[in-house]
């Protein structure tokens, strides 16, 4: 959660949100959110857990990519 939202101060293209699972389960079921932290990238794309920062940006980089043809 903190990594997410350091990315979100340091770049324009980045927003981040942070929701309390329990306090809106209807976002939690919406975004299938069983364990935390869950973080949703673009409405499709899950990272599961808290990762170090590279392996985060990482995974980032790589659910933003642009699918190959």
Do not use: K, W
């Not at 306090?23 to 794309?45: I, K």
């Amino acid at each position: 959660m903190r990594l997410a939202h350091q990315f979100a101060f340091e770049s324009e293209q980045v927003t981040a949100d942070c929701i309390e699972a329990t306090e809106f389960p209807e976002l939690a079921t919406e975004y299938q959110v069983y364990a935390v932290p869950r973080t949703v990238v673009n409405g499709e794309r899950f990272i599961e857990g808290a990762l170090p920062e590279e392996m985060f940006l990482d995974s980032i980089l790589d659910a933003v990519q642009p699918s190959p043809s």
